[in-house]
């Protein structure tokens, strides 16, 4: 139990918890996300004698706040601390994760997407301007002079922080597995657009099928995303390049299956990796535009062999949505005979148009 603080809350504070308990949070969480925003960096001994919750019901409650990324566990070899994340960042990343759960349309940015009840949706903004209001200087990210990263969270806070500073240019080259964390990175790409910074992709064709035909016209059409297409062979790593001076490298060891991740602003290495790995990879891709026209055609192949209706609307709104299509629980039949057809395949988060047998597009998998 919480027995809180000897000295009086700030106005702030107080607001905190209370649209955190409002929301739904338990009072350990309110009380413990706070303290760690408004100190920065606390190691567990400071959070017990700070806070005076029991030992199990803190370690409950940290591993509440981590799996949500508003706070991130740093371990190096002699002690452990809890240090909080930007509150846009990772607030705009659960609206965004809240909202895309009961979109149904490609839509880009949060003040025109469907809100999934209003009082859900306002709360969670209520909960970031609070946030925002206990710590409105926060400075430079944990993550700003780490070279390695421990797991995929810490990366994708890392990296998709770092959009959110870029001034000119995003190069980001990705080959399945991709990383899982899109709601950390969409609300970055969307600031970034925003800003007029050029986002250039390099992915293979898959991923116009796992995000849906029509969220990646969107994100071509209407953020002027240019998406380049690329076989997998093509691709040395997966990588994001900020303003060609910030070098972010991730993947899958297919030695050990673990992840690695790496940031360097060395100039030197930054070059090397442009020289080596981007450019090749630049001169194997091929525009969005040039691939679109094969997908829609392999897309009206399975969907003619569709007899029933309710079949068709399943298959349709994964064509269009993929992996983030809402299939209620009326649609979920039609979604497995589907894949029990081969005509939609499971990917992580959902369903996508199988799309492995198309031998158009089975060179740029």
């Not at 991709?178 to 064709?205: E, K, M, N, S």
């Not at 894949?339 to 992580?348: C, E, F, M, Y």
């Amino acid at each position: 139990m919480t027995a809180g603080y000897a000295q009086p809350l700030s106005e702030a504070e107080q607001q905190l918890r209370g649209s955190m308990v409002a929301f739904g949070f338990r009072k350990d969480d309110a009380v413990l996300y706070s303290h760690i925003l408004r100190c920065g960096s606390v190691s567990f001994q400071q959070l017990l004698i700070a806070t005076r919750i029991e030992p199990d019901c803190l370690r409950a409650a940290l591993r509440k706040l981590v799996l949500l990324c508003l706070i991130s566990e740093q371990r190096d070899t002699e002690r452990t601390r809890f240090v909080a994340i930007s509150p846009a960042q990772v607030w705009d990343a659960l609206m965004f994760d809240t909202l895309w759960r009961t979109a149904t349309d490609a839509v880009s940015g949060l003040h025109v997407m469907p809100m999934p009840g209003e009082a859900r949706a306002a709360g969670i903004a209520a909960i970031r301007s609070a946030a925002i209001a206990l710590v409105p200087n926060q400075g430079k990210s944990p993550f700003w002079y780490r070279k390695n990263f421990d797991d995929t969270d810490q990366f994708a806070l890392a990296c998709s922080g770092a959009l959110y500073d870029a001034r000119t240019s995003v190069v980001s080259a990705e080959r399945p597995p991709r990383l899982p964390q899109t709601a950390l990175f969409w609300p970055a790409i969307v600031a970034c657009c925003a800003r007029g910074v050029r986002y250039t992709r390099y992915a293979t064709v898959d991923e116009i099928f796992v995000h849906g035909i029509d969220i990646v016209t969107r994100d071509t059409k209407d953020m002027r995303i240019d998406l380049r297409i690329a076989p997998a062979a093509a691709f040395s790593g997966s990588m994001f390049l900020v303003d060609d001076t910030t070098l972010f490298i991730f993947g899958t060891d297919s030695g050990t299956a673990g992840f690695s991740a790496r940031q360097s602003r060395n100039p030197a290495v930054v070059e090397r990796h442009i020289l080596r790995k981007l450019a090749p990879l630049a001169a194997a891709a091929v525009p969005f535009a040039e691939v679109i026209g094969h997908v829609i055609d392999h897309v009206e192949t399975p969907r003619s062999e569709i007899a029933r209706a309710a079949d068709h609307t399943v298959f349709d709104l994964v064509a269009r949505l993929g992996r983030f299509a809402v299939i209620g629980p009326d649609q979920r039949a039609s979604a497995e005979a589907l894949a029990a057809q081969g005509l939609l395949q499971p990917v992580p988060g959902g369903y996508a148009v199988a799309f492995a047998s198309n031998r158009h597009l089975a060179a740029l998998i």
